[in-house]
């Protein structure tokens, strides 16, 4: 059994000062999301939505069910924490279990009308919670709740079926589903139909498959004609079989999406499946005999898209470096994937996860792996991923996301914010010469950028001048000034970072400089027209301007940080769009802090160099967004806001900087560190509780001594056993 690892610990004097986390505030209800073209979308803006997540899931301890909502059981602050935690490092959706089960499940007693009241409520909270920290949640309906409301819709015992079957196979099963889960939408709407929109989708069943080893399949001769098609279906032809499955599939879900939409009209509607290959079989069809283990045969996908549900769900879990492309062979992806997209509905992975196993041994191991299968799942189109589970330790035989130190979630903040940046403006390039159309000594004008999708303009005295490497500079090569850009132009809420290395000529006043300008042609790129630009000369000195030379924010300065005469020298410059700041450093020096351009009045088009030397040069040019890019001293978690959420990625800081740095990408240490000495270490602790509290509350009298055993125990908390 694996302990969740209480991060909490080396910090737990904080609680000593009193400081109270409140409930938190039941915020609006999230956009209502739709589907267009095979993307999330939300309805009223038409903007994207991601559907990246985790499974939340809490198990009885004596029997391995679900206990998430049970009355008694329920931890809303634990739920709360966790869906913090995911919101904070922008995931979506958070998917949970509805247990069908008498008692501690969704209903209380047999013979009650209504689903059981403690637990509606409990679900409600959850969702309110969630929608608080911008998170959807996606509940799985599981089976028919045994009570006598749905018995008697459901009947007598169909003849000739048998097992699970009957839930699909049973037109008295598949009205007593669809009654159920109407019924469950409508306690919601009872509750607070303000949360409806927080919900990303209603989910009619976690993997739905057939039994093989039951009645009708494991029959071999004879027919059967009372399913809820109609249809006669011949039991000596796996053929037949296999049409009868996929009928009976499309009746069952398009009874459970009618009857969801006719209390939720703008609902979206989903099942999910795992794959042939996770249950030893090559693909589709009803085959029986001994070489088959596992008498499960899921649903066909093929045949689910044949339906009225908004989108499908695939369950990955990979074993081996070639498992997925086993699994997707096995559900006939080669066909199912160009049908999704002709009818513009979206394929997510709605669980994978990571065994515990030779294949993932380790947390280490586990968290690459992970990070793949995410990036493998993104290149065949999956329009997003849900991980299995956030902290389920009840699972000793899977990885969690909070396993350890957090290694899989860290991965999976970096997947995501890699994700995040895939889709944004970003552009690099390296200026290497291997790209289609280059050669040493080209000009750069009109050449595509090595990533982002743009050209260079305004490049044509501006050369590509490496030495045969694969990466290389761009050089002036004409007189005067010259520039090289490529177009940009920020949104709104974006926090923008441009970064290169540059050179200019030893010992001299000229200069090479990097910004924005309003110009794609013409003249004057900077000097006259730069919107935000800073220059480096070559003899150390630096300054920086807003609207061309027209307002200095940082006036001529000597002996940049780290400078190397002759060398290259990097300059980055960091502007938060909607605050209207800049920040700009030098060699990794922050030389600017938070500098107010709100003034700036030339806007910005274009990004890139500016020359003003002979044999000026630049090189590795990247633009892009920085989601965790903070300045408030203490701000570990990088959401903008110093408070008890950031104890846990503090700990993280000193304990496992490397883990910080993958899971917090863009932040800068020296920037937020509370002791102001430029490391994150044991004497921070004070200053830290001093920045969370507003005062120091406590006196930590040495690191030797109190913090040190509060590490130590924290290091004896928080590892696995």
């Not at 009645?215 to 053929?239: K, R």
């Not at 200026?431 to 040493?440: E, I, K, M, T, V």
């Not at 200069?511 to 480096?536: C, E, I, K, Q, Y």
Request: aromatic fraction near 10%; charged fraction near 15%.
């Amino acid at each position: 059994m694996h302990d969740r690892p209480q991060w909490i610990t080396l910090l737990g004097f904080v609680v000593a000062v009193a400081v109270v986390t409140a409930m938190p505030a039941r915020g609006q209800s999230l956009p209502r999301v739709g589907v267009q073209d095979g993307q999330f979308i939300e309805g009223g803006t038409g903007d994207p939505v991601e559907f990246r997540g985790f499974n939340y899931i809490r198990l009885f301890d004596d029997w391995p069910w679900h206990a998430t909502f049970a009355p008694g059981l329920y931890d809303g602050s634990r739920a709360d924490a966790a869906l913090a935690e995911m919101g904070q490092h922008g995931f979506t959706v958070a998917r949970v279990f509805i247990d069908h089960q008498l008692g501690e499940g969704v209903v209380l007693n047999y013979g009650d009308e209504f689903l059981s009241p403690q637990y509606m409520d409990n679900f409600v909270d959850f969702v309110q919670r969630a929608q608080s920290h911008g998170v959807y949640v996606i509940p799985s309906l599981l089976y028919i709740p045994p009570a006598m409301r749905y018995s008697a819709i459901i009947g007598p015992p169909p003849s000739g079926i048998a097992g699970i079957n009957r839930h699909y196979l049973s037109q008295g099963h598949i009205n007593a589903k669809a009654q159920y889960v109407a019924d469950f939408v409508q306690e919601v709407v009872d509750r607070d139909p303000a949360v409806l929109s927080s919900v990303f989708a209603w989910e009619l069943v976690n993997e739905v498959y057939f039994q093989e080893d039951a009645a009708p399949f494991n029959q071999t001769t004879g027919t059967i004609s009372n399913t809820a098609s109609g249809v006669t279906y011949d039991l000596s032809d796996p053929a037949s079989k296999q049409q009868m499955a996929d009928d009976n599939i499309k009746i069952w879900a398009n009874a459970g999406a009618a009857a969801i939409k006719a209390v939720d009209p703008d609902a979206l509607v989903s099942v999910n499946v795992f794959t042939y290959e996770a249950v030893g079989r090559t693909g589709p069809g009803f085959i029986g005999g001994s070489s088959i283990n596992d008498a499960r045969v899921p649903a066909r996908p093929l045949a689910l898209l044949d339906t009225n549900l908004d989108y499908l769900d695939v369950h990955t879990y990979p074993s081996s470096d070639t498992r997925l492309a086993d699994d997707l062979v096995s559900i006939e992806w080669d066909q199912v994937k160009p049908a999704a997209a002709a009818i513009g509905m979206p394929i997510v992975s709605g669980e994978y996860g990571a065994h515990i196993s030779t294949y993932m041994p380790t947390l280490d191991v586990a968290a690459t792996k992970m990070r793949q299968h995410l990036e493998a799942l993104d290149d065949q189109g999956f329009a997003g991923q849900m991980f299995w589970t956030y902290d389920t330790d009840e699972q000793p035989q899977l990885w969690n996301g909070r396993s350890g130190h957090g290694e899989v979630f860290g991965a999976y903040v970096a997947a995501n914010r890699e994700h995040d940046l895939s889709t944004a403006p970003a552009i690099h390039d390296d200026f290497g010469a291997s790209a289609a159309g280059r050669s040493w000594g080209a000009s750069l004008d009109d050449q595509r950028a090595e990533y982002g999708g743009v050209d260079w303009a305004m490049g044509s005295a501006v050369i590509l001048a490496g030495a045969g490497d694969a990466d290389g500079v761009i050089q002036r090569n004409g007189p005067g000034g010259q520039a090289a850009v490529v177009p940009y132009s920020p949104s709104s809420e974006e926090i923008v970072r441009l970064a290169a290395n540059v050179h200019s000529p030893a010992g001299s006043a000229d200069w090479t400089g990097l910004g924005f300008s309003d110009r794609l042609a013409g003249d004057d790129v900077f000097w006259n027209n730069g919107s935000l630009w800073f220059l480096l000369r070559g003899n150390g000195n630096y300054e920086a301007w807003v609207d061309g030379v027209g307002t200095p924010i940082l006036p001529n300065t000597a002996s940049a940080p780290g400078f190397v005469e002759g060398g290259l020298n990097q300059l980055e410059l960091i502007y938060d769009v909607d605050a209207a700041s800049v920040w700009l450093m030098i060699n990794g020096v922050v030389v600017l802090d938070a500098c107010d351009v709100s003034g700036m009045s030339i806007p910005i088009l274009a990004a890139g160099f500016h020359f003003y030397a002979d044999g000026a040069a630049a090189a590795d040019f990247e633009l892009n967004l920085l989601p965790y890019w903070t300045t408030m001293v203490g701000d570990f978690n990088a959401d903008r806001v110093v408070n008890l959420l950031d104890i846990n990625p503090f700990v993280l800081a000193i304990v496992d900087p490397a883990a910080y740095a993958q899971t917090y990408p863009g932040v800068n240490l020296t920037l937020i560190d509370p002791s102001g000495d430029g490391v994150v270490n044991l004497l921070d602790i004070n200053p830290f509780v001093t920045a969370i509290t507003g005062s120091a509350a406590i006196n930590v009298p040495e690191p030797t001594t109190v913090t040190t055993g509060l590490l130590l125990l924290f290091l004896l908390s928080g590892r696995p056993r």
